[in-house]
């Protein structure tokens, strides 16, 4: 006993306390911030192979970004990345970050359907669907129910069947040879359902958008409840994007 106790001193605490007020190393890129600043937004805009940047006036889509930074480093007056990683929104038009703009991104309590909060809010069962992904991002929702993060303190937990969910976590772009299959697994979680996107492949496609090997028929078909930015997403960023969905004012 006497050494676990040696061990705890020295490591310090091995959770985050409050995960909506942890700080991540300056190595993180988060939300950006582009200022007012006058450049030749032409070759800007070409720089990202994504294309997740536009001009007049100059936005980033988050939901497209891969986070690569080439457009701080190359405009470094121009764009620059924070470590702010609440990213999350369950509105597809607040990931795109605008010229001048500061303001968080945010989930908006108006727009979150009812029964969200109402049935979920105290527990949350998801099942994650890897749909042609790279393990990135399938990584870090492991990671968010680690002993650091600890994301089923908060009642959300990740299952091994669909019929025993509340919802789906999509990850990858969704391959045609997933297609299928993140279909039935919708289809096998009992109504009302949640649909969570994580990572900027499942949002927009990613750097594989415009790949005929993908088929994204899926989204069309059904309303996403959370999109999650990310190349991969932070845990921190998958879980205050949930707790916000849910309505969690209590952690």
């Known amino acids: 006993m006497f050494d676990n106790f040696k061990i705890m001193w ?27 600043a006058k450049i030749d937004e032409a070759i800007l805009v070409g720089l990202c192979p994504v294309k997740a940047i536009s001009s007049n006036p100059v936005c980033i889509d988050l939901g497209k970004c891969t986070f690569c930074g080439e457009c701080a480093i190359q405009f470094p007056d121009k ?25 968080p991104i945010i989930v908006n309590p108006d727009t979150i359907r009812k029964e969200i909060h109402r ?19 399938e990584w ?11 994301v089923s303190r908060f009642g959300v937990d990740f299952v091994a069947s669909p019929r025993h969910a509340d ?42 958008a415009d790949s ?11 309303t996403v409840d959370l999109y999650v930015p990310g190349n991969p997403a932070h845990p921190l960023t998958f879980i205050n994007g949930v707790l916000s969905l849910l309505q969690k004012t209590k952690i």
């Open 212 to 222: 005929p090997a993908l088929n994204r028929d899926f989204l069309s078909k059904h």
């Open 167 to 208: 919802g789906i976590v999509i990850t990858g772009p969704i391959t045609e040879n997933m297609a299928e299959s993140v279909e039935r697994c919708y289809n096998a979680v009992p109504n009302p359902k949640v649909i969570i996107l994580v990572g900027t492949d499942a949002i927009s496609g990613g750097i594989f």
């Open 119 to 137: 049935l979920f809010g105290g527990s949350l069962k998801l099942r994650q669907v890897s749909a042609g992904g790279d393990n990135s991002c």
């Open 140 to 150: 870090e929702l492991n990671s968010s129910n680690n002993v650091q993060f600890d």
């Open 79 to 103: 764009i620059s990345f924070t470590t702010d990683y609440k990213l999350s929104s369950n509105e597809r038009d607040r990931l795109i970050i605008k010229e001048g703009d500061e303001a």
């Open 10 to 36: 020295h490591q310090g605490k091995q959770f985050i306390p409050n995960v909506t007020t942890a700080k991540v190393p300056g190595i993180f890129r988060g939300r950006p911030i582009i200022t007012r």
